[in-house]
C-alpha cells in the first residue's frame, strides 16, 4: 500500500483530523528542554504547547514538559505504546514517500505536488479585513486578515489581483500570513462567524489605484486553482 493512501485511510478509520506542522511548531521545539531525544516526541510536545492542547500518553517523560498531558496509565499503557508505534509508522511512512519522492527529482529537494481542483482549506475561514465588499477602501492597504477555525498551513499565502479569474491571481500581489492577536485587526472589521476564531494576517507592501481587487487564497506547494475568498473596492 502506498503511504498516501495508507495514511489517509488510518485517518479515515479512526476519525482523526490531521493538525498540520506550522512554523510556530518547528520552531518551539528548538525552545524545548532537554528532556530526551525523541525527534517525533519532541514535536508532539512543541505542537501540544502552541496549541494550547493535551497529549494523551502513558510515557510520564511527558509530563515533565511544561505541557497540558492526560495520563493513560497502566492499564492504557499497551494500547498507548501500540498507538504510538502506529502514529510514528504513519509518520515515517511519510517521510519515506517524500524521501523516495527527492530521489526521483535527482536530489533537488524540489517539489510539486499535484492538485485536486481550487485550493481547499480543511478548516473553516473567512476575510474579516478589509470587509468583503467593501468600498473606499484606502489604497495603501497594509494588510488583509482571515479569521480561521484552526491556522492556515505555513504553505498558504494570499493572493490579490484587479482579475477575478482565478487562472491569473497568481499574476497579482502575494504575501505569506502569520498569527497575530484578535486586539491587533484593523478596524473597520467584518465581525467573526466563528467562535474563538484564529487571526492570521498577510502583509502588503504595495499600493491598490481605485478600482475593485478580489483576495484569493493559494497554497504556494500545491499546483492547484487558488479559491476566491472576497473583494473589495479602493479609493
Known amino acids: 500500500m502506498q503511504a498516501a493512501t495508507y495514511v489517509r485511510t488510518r485517518l479515515r478509520i479512526s476519525q482523526t483530523i490531521p493538525l498540520g506542522v506550522m512554523l510556530d511548531h518547528v520552531l518551539a521545539v528548538g525552545q524545548l528542554p532537554d528532556i530526551h ?5 519532541r514535536l508532539l510536545v512543541a505542537q501540544a504547547h502552541v496549541e494550547n492542547m493535551t ?33 510514528r509508522s504513519m509518520v515515517a511512512a511519510a517521510f519515506m514517500a517524500v524521501g523516495l519522492a527527492l530521489a526521483g ?18 478548516g473553516v475561514t ?8 467593501a468600498t473606499n477602501v484606502p489604497d495603501a492597504l497594509s494588510q488583509v486578515v482571515f479569521a480561521s477555525s484552526q491556522l492556515f498551513p505555513y504553505s498558504f499565502e494570499v ?21 497575530i492577536g484578535a486586539g491587533q485587526v484593523p478596524t473597520p472589521s467584518a465581525p467573526p462567524t466563528l467562535s474563538n476564531p484564529y487571526y492570521e494576517s498577510a502583509t502588503l507592501s ?3 489605484p481605485h478600482g475593485t481587487y478580489y483576495v484569493f487564497l493559494n497554497d504556494s506547494q500545491v499546483s492547484c486553482t487558488p479559491t476566491q475568498a472576497g473583494s473589495f473596492t479602493t479609493q
Not at 531525544?37 to 516526541?41: A, G, Q, T, V, Y
Not at 494523551?56 to 498507538?83: E, F, K, M, P, W
Not at 473567512?126 to 465588499?133: D, E, F, G, H, R
Open 37 to 41: 531525544r525523541d525527534p517525533f516526541d
Open 55 to 87: 497529549i494523551v500518553t502513558a510515557d510520564r517523560r511527558i509530563a515533565r514538559y511544561n505541557v497540558l498531558v492526560h495520563d493513560a496509565g497502566s492499564q492504557g499503557q499497551n494500547r498507548g505504546i501500540a498507538y504510538t508505534a502506529e502514529v
Open 105 to 122: 527529482c535527482g536530489g533537488s529537494g524540489t517539489l510539486t505536488f499535484p492538485g485536486e481542483g481550487s485550493c481547499l482549506f480543511s
Open 126 to 133: 473567512q476575510l474579516v479585513y478589509p470587509i468583503p465588499n
Open 159 to 179: 493572493l490579490i489581483n484587479n482579475d477575478p479569474n482565478p487562472g491569473h491571481a497568481k499574476r497579482g500581489t502575494a504575501a505569506f500570513f502569520q498569527r
Open 206 to 208: 504595495t499600493t491598490f
